[in-house]
C-alpha cells in the first residue's frame, strides 16, 4: 500500500482538477470565438486535448464558434507516440474538431538540415532542433490561423507546474504580469495586435492526475491513449497505486541532447516494439559526428560583434564526405528496422523518405553551406597555430608530419 502523508487530505484529488479546469475554460474560454490546441501528442498535451474534447461533448463547457488542434509532426517523433496522435486526431475528428498536421518546411527538416547544408547535430548549447522543427512551423501555422479568423483566438497548452524547474521558474516570473493568473488555469493576455492569448487549464494537475485521465480517456471515452502511458513507462493496469506514477518525459527518436536516451530504451524493451532497436544506433552516431574529424574549422575568424577567442578556431558544418557516410548509415539503419518491420507485420519507420532524400541530394551536389562557410575551410580534426586572445599567433611546435623549422 502506498504511504500516505499528514497533508494528502489537502492535495487535490483528479475530480477537483477537472473542475478547475471546467471553470477556467468556460471564464477565459467565453471572452474568444476562436480556440487553438497546441498538441504534440505526449502525455501532457493528449491530456489537455481530450479533457476539453470531453468537456464540450458533455455540455460542461460552452462550445467556440471554431476550434482548431494543431499537430506539430517534427517527423522524429517515436513511432508508438506518433501512431497514438495520430489515433488521438482521428478520434477528434469524429467529434467534430477539425485538425491540422503542421510539418517544417522541407529544408528545415531534420536529416535535410543537417546533412543536406551541413549543420552538425544539436546539442545543449547548439539547440537548433526545436525551434527548426517544431517552433517555426507551429508560428507560421499560427499566423496563417489568425489571418483565417480575423481576429485574436485563445491558444491551449498542456503546461503544467511540475514538469521542470526551469519551466516552473518560468511560469511563477510570468503569472503576475500581462494579466496572467496562476492556480486556476495560467492564463496569459497579450496586446489585441497579437495573434493569439494562451491559457493552460491543466497548470494545476499533478502527474498522477495526468495518467488517470489517460486511463480513463481510454477505457471511457475511446481515446487511443494506452500506448502512450506504455512510452513513458507507466503502467495503466496499477489499478492498486502501488507504483509511484513516472513523470519521466521523451524526446525524439535517439535524441542527441542527452546522455541516455531512456524512452527509446523502454520502447524497445516491449516486445512488439522490439523490432525498432536498431534506432538505438542513432544517438551515438549523432555524438560521434560532433567529433573535429567530421566537420570544418574556422581559423583566425574575427566577429564583428564579438571577438571573443573562442570563436577565432570554432568548429563548423559537417563536411561532405561526412555526410555522405552519416547519409548511408541512417538509410541503412531505417531499412534493417523495415525489414523487421516487415517481417512482423508491424508498422515501417520512415527517418529519411523519397521527398527529403532527393533534397538532400540536390543540396549535396549544390556544395551547399550553412551562412558564413563556404567548404574552403580547414577540416577540424587538422592542427593549427593557436590565436590567442590579444590576436597573436602560437606556432605550432610540431607539424603533422615532423618538427617546425
Known sequence: MPTLSLFDHERLSLER???????????????????????????????????????????LVPRPASIMVLYADTRQELPPLHDAAMGVLKA??????????????????????????????????????????????????????????????????????????????????????????????????????????????????????????????????GFPTFEIAEVYGHDPQDDLGETEPMNARTGCIG??????????????????????????????LYWEMKKPQYRLRKHG?????????????????????????????????QEEVNRAARAQGMPEVILINEEELARIEELIAAKTWPNQWDGTEARGDVMVPEILPDGNVQQLLFEEDGLWG
Not at 471564464?27 to 468537456?55: E, M, N, P, R
Not at 566577429?303 to 538509410?331: C, D, F
Request: charged share 25%; hydrophobic share 40%; with cysteine.
Open 17 to 59: 482538477s477537472i473542475e478547475l479546469s471546467a471553470e477556467s475554460l468556460r471564464h477565459y474560454g467565453s471572452l474568444y470565438q476562436h480556440w487553438a490546441i497546441a498538441f504534440s501528442g505526449g502525455k501532457d498535451s493528449t491530456a489537455t486535448v481530450t479533457l476539453v474534447a470531453d468537456l464540450l461533448d458533455k455540455g
Open 92 to 221: 477528434l475528428r469524429e467529434r467534430g474538431f477539425d485538425t491540422r498536421v503542421v510539418l517544417p518546411e522541407l529544408d528545415h527538416r531534420f536529416f535535410v538540415y543537417m546533412l543536406g547544408r551541413g549543420v552538425p547535430p544539436p546539442s545543449n548549447t547548439f539547440r537548433w532542433c526545436t525551434p527548426k522543427l517544431k517552433v517555426i512551423s507551429i508560428e507560421r501555422e499560427l499566423e496563417t490561423l489568425r489571418e483565417e479568423y480575423g481576429e485574436k483566438f485563445l491558444m491551449l497548452t498542456g503546461v503544467r507546474i511540475g514538469e521542470s524547474a526551469a519551466r516552473d521558474q518560468r511560469i511563477a516570473v510570468s503569472c503576475t504580469k500581462d494579466g496572467g493568473e496562476c492556480g486556476q488555469g495560467w492564463f496569459q493576455q497579450t496586446t489585441s495586435g497579437a495573434i493569439s492569448d494562451t491559457l493552460a487549464p491543466l497548470l494545476h494537475w499533478r502527474v498522477c492526475h495526468v495518467w488517470d485521465w489517460l486511463v480513463k480517456a481510454d477505457i471511457e471515452l
Open 255 to 284: 535524441c542527441p541532447l542527452v546522455q541516455k536516451d531512456a524512452a527509446l530504451e523502454r520502447v524497445v524493451a516491449q516486445p512488439k516494439w522490439a523490432y525498432l532497436a536498431p534506432l538505438e544506433k542513432l544517438r551515438p
Open 301 to 333: 575568424e574575427v566577429r564583428k560583434a564579438a571577438t571573443k577567442y573562442i570563436g577565432r578556431n570554432r568548429l563548423g558544418p559537417l563536411h561532405m564526405k561526412a555526410r555522405r557516410s552519416m547519409l548511408e548509415q541512417v538509410l541503412a539503419i
